[in-house]
């Protein structure tokens, strides 16, 4: 019956069908990193390899929300950095898609790519990226520019406003179609997104593969209301982009699995941060006698 509710309540706060995170197409400066020593990072524009990659994905995107069991009458809301190259990206998924599948777009400061600081030597920037390898992604901050965990905190503020769009319905989502949120951003912008969505730690995160250009990751709705990529993406592509098998395993969970069982089922992500977890507080306590005894025999001061 709980199960039943929780269901119902996700029906009726018409969540997305599916989350999917873009990342723009090659930049002029993924082609040559030069290109940051005479241009702006945000005007970096895209290749025409660029552009073609973009296209295609538009291809791919149409063809994904409109197959898979999806509602005949779906529809595309688009969320976009502000930078040249991913508005340059939607413009060309743009092309895929007909005016009355578009319900929206909004351009988004906060899912912008990370600052890196003033590096329009590009001598000087090979030695700080070096840096960063050596001290943690996560984070090493870029003189004068930001950290990864600077990015986390603005994506997080996003993901609290995209949150409110959905319960207030500011998107104007019909339970009668299927809504699909297409997120443009950068490599570091998307993962971070996913960190915060399912909660991953710092360790997690400093495993896990920028995208490549124009890659896409999926979160589709799961029959429990979890998002889980684990619908839409192999397990040997999850492990390509740095996820362990247990956060594999709960992708899975994902989707079927309720928030409710969350602590249950992934009993791993507790063990992540307690050495030791007793089943009672009767064990608690045993073991709090236990550990005071062995103190004592080790000649330690358990007085003080």
């Not at 009355?100 to 003033?118: A, H, L, P, T, Y």
């Not at 004068?144 to 997080?156: H, K, L």
């Not at 979160?219 to 040997?236: K, V, W």
């Amino acid at each position: 019956m709980q199960a039943n509710n929780h269901n119902q309540q996700h029906r009726n706060r018409l969540l997305p069908k599916r989350i999917i995170l873009v990342r723009h197409g090659e930049s002029e400066g993924n082609l040559d990193t030069s290109a940051y020593s005479t241009t702006p990072d945000h005007k970096i524009s895209l290749t025409e390899q660029g552009r073609a990659q973009a296209c295609l994905a538009g291809s791919h995107l149409r063809d994904l929300v409109s197959s898979h069991g999806s509602f005949p009458d779906w529809r595309v809301y688009f969320y976009v950095s502000p930078y040249e190259r991913t508005r340059s990206t939607l413009r060309e998924i743009g092309k895929s898609f007909s005016k009355k599948r578009v319900i929206g777009v909004r351009e988004e400061c906060r899912i912008r790519e990370q600052d890196f600081g003033n590096f329009q030597v590009e001598e000087r920037m090979k030695v700080i990226k070096e840096t960063r390898e050596k001290f943690g992604r996560f984070f090493y901050r870029f003189p004068e520019g930001e950290s990864a965990a600077d990015v986390f905190d603005r994506v997080s503020s996003f993901l609290e406003s995209l949150w409110r769009d959905i319960d207030l319905n500011r998107l104007h989502n019909d339970p009668t179609q299927d809504l699909n949120l297409i997120i443009i951003s950068h490599g570091l912008a998307s993962r971070v997104f996913l960190m915060k969505w399912f909660k991953w730690t710092v360790e997690q995160f400093e495993h896990l593969n920028n995208p490549g250009n124009c890659e896409i990751r999926v979160m589709e709705l799961g029959h429990g209301g979890e998002y889980s990529l684990a619908i839409n993406h192999t397990d040997e592509e999850l492990l390509e982009w740095g996820l362990s098998p247990e956060m594999i395993q709960d992708q899975k969970w994902r989707i079927s699995g309720n928030r409710a069982d969350w602590n249950d089922q992934c009993s791993w992500y507790l063990s992540s941060f307690f050495d030791l977890q007793l089943d009672s507080d009767d064990d608690v306590k045993n073991f709090d006698i236990d550990s005071y005894d062995d103190a004592k025999q080790n000649g330690v001061d358990t007085d003080s």
